[in-house]
């Protein structure tokens, strides 16, 4: 399994960012799929789930109507759409393999950074 996250980056307060994950290494077609996030000295959160097969998709509270999460079954992707993010929206961002909390396999990693 390989899981490698981009579109990270510096915005301010109300703007956008779209993260990326290409994964590889296992049958992407059916699966669960997740971001989660890490801020600095906190643990980890679950951000959103989707399920490949048929897009159904979650979310967590602090990021409902604010972020879509998304897949492309051909090019084996998964994507983060982030709007009107916040100072606490900062954090390393992490692609996962798994449903909510239990996923399994992550990759290293983006960081996003929400500042004036």
């Known amino acids: 399994v390989q899981l490698v996250e981009s579109g990270g980056g510096l915005v301010q307060p109300g703007g956008s960012l779209r993260l990326s994950c290409a994964a590889s290494?296992?049958?992407?077609?059916?699966?669960?799929m997740t971001w989660v996030r890490q801020a600095s000295g906190k643990g980890l959160e679950w951000v959103s789930s989707i399920y490949t097969g048929d897009g159904r998709s979650v979310y967590a509270d602090s990021v409902q109507g604010r972020f879509a999460i998304s897949r492309d079954n051909v090019k084996n992707m998964v994507y983060l759409q982030m709007n009107s993010l916040k100072p606490e929206d900062t954090a390393v961002y992490y692609c996962?393999?798994?449903?909510?909390?239990?996923?399994?396999?992550r990759g290293r990693g983006t960081q996003v950074t929400v500042s004036s």
């Open positions: 290494g296992f049958a992407f077609t059916e699966s669960w």
């Open positions: 996962a393999t798994g449903y909510r909390e239990n996923y399994s396999k």
